[in-house]
């Protein structure tokens, strides 16, 4: 029998491909932080005191959220989990000389999933519901300056005056407490769309919200404009400063089917998200705002409540950094509600047509994933205040690291 010819040798790095080059990590460094819910939204809460100075926090803040994740959009090496509404932070601080009449500073910070970029331009208001809780657990809030009132059966609610420092706005924030000391108590039975079980409810009261970026409701002082976009086409669009400023349009003048409107039906539609980029960003310009910048103004669709549940008085589908929201960003829901209350834009047109607001003063909202009332007092003809109610809870408490 002839012998069989010999095996050559080949070298372990032929057989194997090159692992993939990753940045190199020198060491890993902590701060501590909270791990929370806030509405519909989920992030960090971190004491101003422990991070570095502010130069620095495009480091630390994306190494924390597990970004930029450029490849893959998970975010599975950080805190976050690959979606804008999970991608947030909250640093609280004591409030400056300047705004002595409120009792905790509070900063957003939106970061940017695929590239990392963090966004301060505008305030959340899901996460806006952390701040005053979590300041008052934080002991960040002298004796001396703590409210808190008594219900009829007896329970006991925290009054925080919360300064937001990107829209340099007050956001009044009423809690339940319980125990000794008095500490914020998640348990309740208030049902949240978009959250499974019930909370106690926190209420946000959103002191002359109009004008926060802006400095006027209705920024170029009409309530609906036509905008021009790169094809050559024009679209109508509410342009509207209460909370966070918004875009906008009616799924009628886009010629889109209102009845399967879905984030999932948006997401696959390439062309449809290109052209509400662009409608985004020809708003941005028109109200004075940088359109390079992602989460300020954001674009909603509105369309009229339909075959939804009884009680809806409009319905939205919003856009958030380029994603088809799965609720509603709560400033946007808050100015959506208060220009109902604008003569002529297009969300006040669509309560109109179907003879306005259920309950004096309050709009309901039909999203994605449910509903949400939105309460405006309108003073001397202005938007005075505006109130929502959201559910909380601390998911974790320890120390993340970046």
Excluded at 188 to 210: H, K, R
Excluded at 218 to 245: F, I, R, W
Excluded at 312 to 319: G, I, S, T
Excluded at 361 to 368: E, S
């Amino acid at each position: 029998m002839a012998a069989m010819p010999a095996l050559r040798a080949r070298p372990w790095r032929r057989l194997c491909k090159p692992p993939t080059p990753r940045p190199r990590r020198y060491s890993q460094r902590s701060l501590p932080a909270w791990f929370v819910r806030g509405g519909t939204s989920n992030g960090l809460v971190i004491r101003r005191e422990h991070l570095p100075p502010q130069e620095l926090w495009p480091t630390v803040l994306p190494a924390a959220m597990g970004a930029p994740d450029p490849q893959f959009g998970r975010q599975l090496d950080g805190m976050g989990s690959g979606v804008s509404s999970t991608s947030k932070v909250v640093v609280l601080a004591p409030p400056s000389a300047s705004h002595a009449d409120a009792d905790v500073a509070f900063t957003f910070v939106q970061v940017g999933i695929r590239d990392g970029a963090l966004d301060l331009a505008g305030n959340c208001g899901n996460m806006s519901s952390v701040a005053g809780p979590a300041a008052w657990d934080l002991g960040m809030i002298p004796p001396g300056r703590r409210v808190v009132e008594e219900d009829e059966q007896g329970g006991k609610w925290a009054v925080v005056r919360v300064f937001n420092t990107n829209t340099s706005k007050v956001v009044v924030s009423r809690f339940k407490v319980e125990g000794e000391p008095l500490a914020y108590a998640p348990d309740g039975d208030y049902a949240m769309d978009g959250v499974p079980g019930t909370n106690s409810a926190i209420t946000l009261s959103f002191v002359d919200p109009a004008g926060a970026k802006t400095g006027r409701a209705l920024p170029t002082g009409n309530a609906v404009d036509e905008l021009a976009l790169p094809d050559g086409s024009t679209v109508a669009a509410s342009l509207v400063d209460v909370g966070n400023p918004g875009v906008f349009v009616s799924t009628h003048s886009l010629g889109l089917d209102a009845a399967s409107l879905t984030p999932a039906s948006v997401e696959a539609n390439p062309a449809l998200k290109a052209r509400l980029e662009h409608i985004r960003r020809a708003g941005a310009s028109r109200m004075g705002l940088d359109p390079d910048t992602a989460s300020v103004p954001k674009v909603v669709l509105v369309f009229p409540a339909g075959a939804a549940p009884a009680g809806v008085d409009v319905r939205c589908l919003a856009m958030s950094m380029g994603q088809a929201h799965r609720a509603m960003p709560l400033t946007l829901a808050l100015c959506l509600g208060a220009s109902t209350h604008l003569p002529g834009t297009l969300a006040a047109e669509l309560l109109a047509a179907r003879g306005g607001a259920g309950r004096e003063g309050t709009v309901t909202i039909g999203h994605p994933s449910g509903r949400l009332d939105v309460g405006t007092e309108m003073r001397d003809g202005r938007i005075g205040a505006a109130r929502l109610v959201r559910t909380a809870r601390v998911l974790m408490k320890g120390e993340v690291f970046y």
